[in-house]
T-cell receptor, first 116, second 109 residues
């Protein structure tokens, strides 16, 4: 089946540094990738939608200059958290849309980011 | 606005049956998903309903009524490993997924 490989699985970084999270579609072409953030005991919150070769569409309240999304190829999308702060500590998950029917979304395994 | 409601937490006994309800009000409807999420892990797909009725898949079944904006996930023969959060998500008219807050299911021996 369609697999999205996400790494790193977890990362600890110092406040003020930047962290890059990668999501690769291993056996299919992901034209659309969704980036979510999930705080403890809360549901998934969509941060942005990226389409290959174009600028990402950010949800209201998400700073585009802080959360840089690149989707330069059909198999790779990256999220860079710039100048990270402790409040950015969260679980970040990418998801690719496979189509418009049945189980049309597949998720990466998630990245636990801790900013100290 | 768009809204998906599901209970915050439910408790059930191993071997029993539990039904998790989900009601939604969204701008358009193109299908409803149920996902299972264990703590610290990404969601995993359980079911997808786009037409009214019951979809059965092993111990898990999902029901949809579009006229009522209602779905439920039915889990039978509960096992301890079923302890997890269950997320209801609706695909709206723009094919965006709108997520519920999730129902934490606690299974007791």
């Amino acid at each position: 089946g369609a697999v999205v490989s996400q790494h790193p699985s977890w990362v600890i970084c110092k406040s003020g540094t930047s962290v890059k999270i990668e999501c690769r579609s291993l056996d299919f072409q992901a034209t659309t990738m969704f980036w979510y953030r999930q705080f403890p005991k809360q549901s998934l919150m969509l941060m942005a939608t990226s389409n290959e070769g174009s600028k990402a569409t950010y949800e209201q309240g998400v700073e585009k200059d802080k959360f840089l999304i690149n989707h330069a190829s059909l198999t790779l999308s990256t999220l860079t958290v710039t100048s990270a702060h402790p409040e950015d500590s969260s679980f970040y998950i990418c998801s690719a849309r496979l189509g418009q029917h049945t189980s049309g979304y597949t998720f990466g395994s998630g990245t636990r980011l801790t900013v100290v | 606005g768009q809204n998906i409601d599901q209970p915050t937490e439910m408790t059930a006994t191993e071997g029993a049956i539990v039904q998790i309800n989900c009601t939604y009000q969204t701008s358009g409807f193109n299908g409803l998903f149920w996902y299972q999420q264990h703590a610290g892990e990404a969601p995993t797909f359980l079911s997808y309903n786009v037409l009214d009725g019951l979809e059965e898949k092993g111990r898990f079944s999902s029901f949809l009524s579009r006229s009522k904006g209602y779905s439920y996930l039915l889990l039978k023969e509960l096992q301890m490993k079923d302890s997890a959060s269950y997320l209801c998500a609706v695909k709206d008219s723009n094919y965006q997924l709108i997520w519920g807050a999730g129902t934490k299911l606690i299974i007791k021996p």
